[in-house]
């Protein structure tokens, strides 16, 4: 059964850190490329904001550029999002997804598989 997990998330003051887990399960994630989405309270969900191909390119979009590091562990099936300088409006949920295409691939609809979120709260 193909399956994405995120954990990791929580609670942490501004400025502040967290490392996302997005495991894998059911296929081989490093013939896809990753991406991560989060959905601020109130708000449609946006991203992706960080991506990882299967080739093994990085994108950050600017809001998080310079404090986010996205990385993979194939052996593991697993992709992590370092979060560092956390603000308060990082604040949400925060979704992995993967592609098929070998991309950055910045249309959500490209995505065929979606994890079931994990909650990241920054307070001020």
């Known amino acids: 059964q193909v399956q994405l997990v995120e954990s990791g998330g929580g609670l942490v003051q501004a400025g502040g850190s967290l490392r996302l887990s997005c495991a894998a399960s059911g296929f081989a994630m490093d013939l896809y490329t990753i991406g991560w989405f989060r959905q601020a309270p109130g708000k449609e969900r946006e991203g992706p904001f960080c991506i990882t191909t299967s080739g093994g390119r990085a994108f950050y979009a600017d809001s998080v550029k310079g404090r986010f590091t996205i990385s993979r562990d194939n052996p593991e099936n697993t992709v992590y999002l370092q979060m560092n300088s956390l603000k308060p409006e990082d604040t949400g949920v925060y979704y992995c997804?993967?592609?098929?295409?070998?991309?950055?691939?910045?249309?959500?609809?490209?995505?065929?598989?979606w994890g079931q979120g994990t909650q990241v709260t920054v307070s001020s």
């Open positions: 997804a993967r592609t098929p295409v070998n991309q950055i691939a910045l249309t959500p609809t490209r995505y065929d598989r």
